[in-house]
């Protein structure tokens, strides 16, 4: 459907000159009601000076706004770090007329800069001057760094005979093997949904979405995932059929977006879709899935084409889980290549070599130990990935 926020929501994004190349850098989400918030943040050990604030102020459980900029991420920045970031969220808090602590700030870009945070101070006028309801590709706009596209999905669900909408924005492109969630993502919704139900239902599809993506195998020192609730819609979420019917709406929205970041990583030519089946514990499928996604040797070998199933079978191995080797079969696409640890030879060899050239493909892992599986989705490493790596800074 056409991408639209929900009711009550309005959202603007503009340049305020912290990127050198003069593109949006400064975005900002606006709830015209008190919204419920709930966040999955970074397990990074190193965290940015806007995860320690929001960490903070979330438990709340309210807000009215989320300020976000792209091309520093307010990262090593030490006490004057902290407070930029409170700077940033006063300077949008008096814009706004809202208390400071109803504000949430995010950054993403270079750790271990300065914020020009005279630039976020001048900036704020027309930053909340163009807060509109058809401004959400702007925000998408503002939050991208080596992103090629912006990404916004929405989803539009219906309780009761009334309807409420999910909107969620994302960035991601590199650094991304989410220990929770992605670079950034902030979802909206005009459904009522109480605190701890609304923390629940995103750590649950944050688990079965963002958690289930890798381009690089790097969990970022930034990483969130919000969404706001505010009610609008007078559509309530209380009783169990609601929270699924709720839960499956924001599953399709989150979901759909991991695989958009995955489909933008840098330098991707490919778009993977790795399958563990038949493993004796979920955990064990996931661990054996993220394994083999995240090998730099099987990534190089998808952008080189090369029916190279080696590289899989030792990246199985590998995952730390009880494997039987002589039981492991491997497909692409539905073309069998090793059957009970065992390769199909180079007839199988020349078909999968044809389901290389395609841009998207499956790789599926029979385990034969139990009726377990799980999915992660993953990139190509190409070429390109290292060139906009080795240049990010200048």
């Known amino acids: 459907m056409k991408t639209i926020l929900p009711k009550g929501f309005q959202a603007s994004g503009v340049a305020s ?144 005979d009334q309807t409420f909408i999910v909107t969620g924005v994302a960035k991601g492109s590199g650094m991304i093997r989410p220990d929770m969630a992605t670079m950034l993502c902030f979802i909206c919704t005009d459904a009522e949904v109480a605190p701890d139900l609304l923390q629940n239902i995103l750590f649950a599809e944050t688990e079965q979405s963002f958690n289930r993506i890798t381009i690089d195998g790097d969990t970022s020192t930034n990483d969130m995932v919000l969404i706001m609730a505010n009610g609008l819609s007078n559509i309530k979420i209380e009783h169990q059929k609601q929270h699924k019917y709720f839960q499956r709406t924001l599953n399709e929205v989150m979901t759909t977006l991991a695989k958009e970041l995955v489909k933008d990583g840098e330098g991707a030519t490919k778009f993977i879709e790795i399958e563990v089946k038949s493993a004796g514990s979920d955990h064990d499928a996931h661990q054996i899935a993220d394994t083999v996604a995240n090998s730099s040797l099987v990534k190089t070998a998808f952008f080189g084409e090369d029916a190279n199933w080696g590289r899989i079978i030792a990246a199985v191995g590998r995952a730390g889980v009880p494997v039987e080797p002589a039981m492991i079969d491997i497909y692409f696409d539905d073309v069998m290549m090793v059957k009970k640890g065992l390769g199909c030879g180079k007839v199988a060899e020349t078909a999968v070599t044809n389901i290389l050239k395609k841009n998207q493909f499956s790789i599926s892992i029979d385990l034969h130990m139990g009726n377990c599986r799980a999915t992660v989705f993953t990139c190509d490493f190409s070429t390109d990935y290292v060139k906009i790596n080795a240049d990010y800074r200048s």
């Open 17 to 160: 000159g912290i990127k050198k190349n003069g593109k949006k850098d400064l975005g900002l989400i606006f709830s015209q009601a008190p919204a419920r918030v709930a966040a999955v943040f970074t397990k990074n050990r190193v965290k940015a000076a806007p995860v320690l604030l929001d960490k903070e102020r979330i438990k709340r459980g309210v807000c009215r706004a989320i300020v976000a900029n792209s091309g520093n991420a307010n990262c090593c920045t030490g006490d004057q770090g902290m407070r930029d970031v409170k700077a940033m969220a006063a300077f949008v808090a008096s814009g706004l007329g809202l208390s400071e602590e109803l504000v949430l700030v995010s950054s993403t870009g270079v750790i271990g800069e300065p914020m020009p945070i005279d630039k976020i101070e001048a900036a704020v006028p027309d930053l909340t001057e163009l807060l509109s309801t058809d401004g959400v590709l702007n925000f998408a706009r503002s939050i991208m760094t080596t992103d090629m596209l912006p990404k916004v999905v929405t989803r539009q669900g219906q309780l009761d």
